[in-house]
């Protein structure tokens, strides 16, 4: 019979990964208990009708890449694809804007997007996502972009980008829409086939199409920033203002869009340079008529979502640590199958103790057994027959080889 393999596009994280993992997340929660944002946790799947509105329906997230299925009960269900929608979605139907705004939430769990897996590209993801909602105010941009920031320099990530621009509002982006259409008119012929798809639909998107013919049209193109309403142009200069303020390195794009359909204003991305092709390891911005798309009252927010798989990538490569790999306290060697029984008990007794301790369960020589406590423990507590005969335990010092006789209570005591 053939063998059964993960889906393509998916991973397990396994023993000697899943520490990095911890890690990760780790310092993730420490960045947002001082950012004051709490834990939100959301359905993994939701109705499809969801992201058909408040992602957009010619974005290639709903066009092409969902998990879209009919449950037992006909109802059309997709596996998230993004969490704004859902936090927004929660937000709006437990009443939230009642309490005090703005609300930030943070939360982080897998979504899935059926995409052609590459390095840093998989059909099920991990996202670090963070979104603060009820407020208009240009300074929860900031605070946002310097959340992001804050987590990568804790991780000490090094060599990222970020990048940024306004996308505008719904009263000066159909005009800026109109611009750059009658720019691109003249070069349809020269646009790559699905640019050429993108004109009607959604022109915005061939700005930041990787084709080199339609990447040297666009270059001249008109920029939305030339083209924002007062309003818009006002929120982008305070943000800059306080970003300057806080000292961030911060890179204009005229050409950023973002590829979901609910930003407004600020549209942002946090690039690696040491990560080829899919090299954002965040984008977020504002999205301030989300809730309207999903039959909601006007509601403000901003977020973003960082992928963790991008992030370690890049960890890894720039050879940042991720904390010290967990270790047992303990690991139990036995002289003969005599000792096991004992074994089995002190382990008990020092689990109880919150000592962490692993034993042997597979009869190996104790050569054998002292070489795997070096690897997964800081001591080996030897039990041989002399050790329970005369009711005493052998401590060996992993680190330094140094041994003692030890009572029980000076084991535990010890090892504490
Ligand atoms: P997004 O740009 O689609 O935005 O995804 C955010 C991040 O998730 C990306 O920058 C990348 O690090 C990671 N990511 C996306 N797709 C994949 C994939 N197939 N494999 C691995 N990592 C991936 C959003 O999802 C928005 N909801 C962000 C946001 C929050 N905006 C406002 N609030």
Redesign the pocket.
Known sequence: MSKIEAPRGTKDILGDESWKWAYVSHVAQGVVSDFGYKEITLPIFEHTELFHRGVGQTTD?VEKEMYTFLDKGGRSITLRP???ASVMRSYLEHNMARGSQPQKFWCIGP?F?Y?RPQK????Q?V?L???AIGSRSPLLDVEIIDLSMEFYRRLGLKNLQVVLNSVGCPECRPLYRKALQDYLAPHMSELCESCQGRFDRNPLRILDCKNPACKAITENAPSILDNLCDDCKSHFATVMKALEKLGADIKLDKRLV???DY?TKTAF?ILSGDLGS?N??????R?DHLAEAIGGAPTPG??????L??VILTMESQGATFGKEPKNKAFIVTADDNALLEAASLANILRTNHIATDMDYMARSMKTQVKAAAGTSDFAVILGQDEIEKKFYTLKNMATGEQESLSLDALIEKLK
């Not at 840093?120 to 059909?123: D, K, L, W």
């Not at 954002?280 to 911005?285: E, H, I, P, S």
């Not at 901003?302 to 992928?307: N, P, Y």
């Open positions: 997230v993004e969490l704004t979504m997007r995409e840093g590209r998989y059909r993801f996202q996502d963070i979104e973002r590829g979901l930003y991305e899919q954002a390891v965040c984008g977020g911005g999205y901003v977020g973003f979502a960082s992928g798989e991008r």
